[in-house]
């Protein structure tokens, strides 16, 4: 079965801070991963993709894998009250149909001014 | 990205009604899902809306009660039959760009309240 694990928060930091969401996965043959940020009552919005071990930045938002221990996370510098909202680690669903994503249960952030 | 649409984004219905949703791309894509997010919950896949053949719906989902269509590759409809309350829920379309392999975005949702 596989499964991706996250903590569901909240996490709770305030504004100007780094806030640090981590992402692990039991599937020690993924490639690609994937997080999504949900606001209160909006659907699901991509907004980081990580495919090579190490860092992807884009703009205050970085992506980290580590392959070897099975962990992705997401860090938000400069944390802003706007980030609060729920984010959903995602990978692919390798033993499912084409396309498929298996999403974590999200951790919700919260970013206090 | 692609411009996605849902009708109707929110709907309130008695049970044992059928309510269909529809789902608009505003460009090709290669897949289409239909996703179900309960409450304070992560999302759920219903099924792959495959183009001119019938779904392929996951464990727990038939299609007698969410028969889903897929005339064409930038339309796809569900529809949650026979509803009952544990039917409410918030029901999201997401598609697959053309290119991409499998970086899905979403659709705004539709929210269900079944009484």
């Known amino acids: 079965q596989k499964e991706v694990e996250q903590n569901s928060g909240p996490l709770s930091v305030p504004e100007g801070a780094i806030a640090s969401l981590n992402c692990t996965y039991s599937?020690?043959?993924?490639?690609?991963f994937f997080w999504y940020r949900q606001y209160s009552g909006k659907s699901p919005e991509l907004i980081m993709s990580?495919?090579?071990?190490g860092d992807k930045e884009d703009g205050r938002f970085t992506a980290q894998l580590n392959k070897a221990s099975q962990y992705v996370s997401l860090l938000i510098r400069d944390s802003q009250p706007s980030d609060s909202a729920t984010y959903l680690c995602?990978?692919?669903?390798?033993?499912?149909?084409?396309?498929?994503?298996?999403f974590g249960k999200g951790t919700k952030l919260s970013v206090k001014p | 990205s692609a411009v996605i649409s849902q009708k109707p984004s929110r709907d309130i219905c008695q049970r044992g009604t059928s309510l269909t949703i529809q789902c608009q791309v505003d460009?090709?894509?290669?897949?289409m899902f239909w996703y179900r997010q309960q409450p304070g919950q992560s999302l759920t896949l219903i099924a792959t809306?495959?183009?001119?053949?019938?779904?392929?719906?996951e464990s727990g989902f038939v299609i007698d009660k969410f028969p889903i269509s897929r005339p064409n590759l930038t339309f796809s409809t569900l529809t949650v039959s026979n509803m009952s309350p544990e039917d409410s829920s918030i029901y999201l379309c997401?598609?697959?760009?053309?290119?991409?392999?499998?970086?899905?975005?979403f659709g705004p949702g539709t929210r269900l309240t079944v009484t």
């Open positions: 997401s598609v697959v760009l053309q290119g991409a392999s499998y970086e899905q975005y």
């Open positions: 599937d020690r043959g993924s490639q690609s």
């Open positions: 990580i495919y090579s071990n």
């Open positions: 995602a990978l692919p669903h390798y033993g499912g149909s084409q396309g498929n994503l298996i």
């Open positions: 460009s090709q894509v290669t897949m």
């Open positions: 809306a495959n183009q001119g053949s019938e779904a392929t719906y």
